[in-house]
Structures are given as C-alpha cells and as structure tokens.
C-alpha cells in the first residue's frame, strides 16, 4: 500500500508556471505507475498525465501536451507535474494517482488504487 500526498499549488495568473509534487510512502514507489488527473467544479475528474512503472510510457491529455511535463525521482519516492503556460480553464483540484506494476490503461482513473488528498491550482485571467 501506498499513501500519497500533493504539494505545489497556489494561485497564478494565466501564463505562470506551477510544479506540482507527489510524495509517496513506502520503498516500493519505483513499482508504480504514477497519475495526475484534476477535477474542476461541476465537472468529471479528468485525466492529465501518466508515467508507467518502469518509464517506458508517458501519457498526456491533448489539453495540456506541450505545456505540462510528467516526471519522477525513485531516489525520492516524488512524481512531479511540470506545468507551464498555464490557462485559466487549467484550474480545479489536481490528484496524483498510483497502480502497481502499471504501463497500459494509465489515462483511465480506475486504472490507479491509490489517490492523494488533491491540490488547488487557480489560474486568474
């Protein structure tokens, strides 16, 4: 089991950039597939972007590709969202997600098992 906590947002206006960090419990991160999805109000939870277990796929929604990078540290049990250019219709919560042993269906949120608390990110016009 892993336990996931998000870190990073804040408020920023249209054009900024935000990272956004996701630190896990355990010493198994590295066995994880990682997730970024967010959710806006009144709207679906939605994907944003996937790193598979060993790295060999990274995902993006189309909304955000060329803007937002995934990435992760194993040495530091951390994925990261990179998010650059950043629009107002980018504000909801983000959620990080994890799924063990994970490199196929990483754009579906019932692929992961474990989610985090979620994180604001505002973006102002």
């Known amino acids: 089991q892993v336990q996931l906590v998000e870190s990073g947002g804040g408020l920023v206006q249209a054009g900024a950039s935000l990272r956004l960090a996701c630190a896990a419990s355990?010493?198994?991160?590295?066995?994880?597939?990682m997730g970024w999805f967010r959710q806006a109000p009144g709207k679906e939870r939605e994907f944003v972007a996937a790193?598979?277990?060993?790295?060999?796929?990274?995902d993006y929604a189309s909304s955000v590709k060329g803007r937002f990078t995934i990435s992760r540290d194993n040495a530091k049990n951390t994925a990261y969202l990179q998010m650059n250019t950043l629009k107002p219709e980018d504000t909801a919560v983000y959620f990080c997600?994890?799924?063990?042993?994970?490199?196929?269906?990483?754009?579906?949120?019932?692929?992961?098992?474990?989610w985090g608390q979620g994180t604001q990110v505002t973006v102002s016009s």
């Open positions: 790193v598979g277990w060993n790295g060999n796929t990274i």
């Open positions: 997600a994890a799924a063990r042993w994970r490199e196929q269906g990483l754009s579906a949120a019932t692929t992961f098992a474990y």
């Open positions: 355990g010493r198994t991160f590295s066995s994880y597939a």
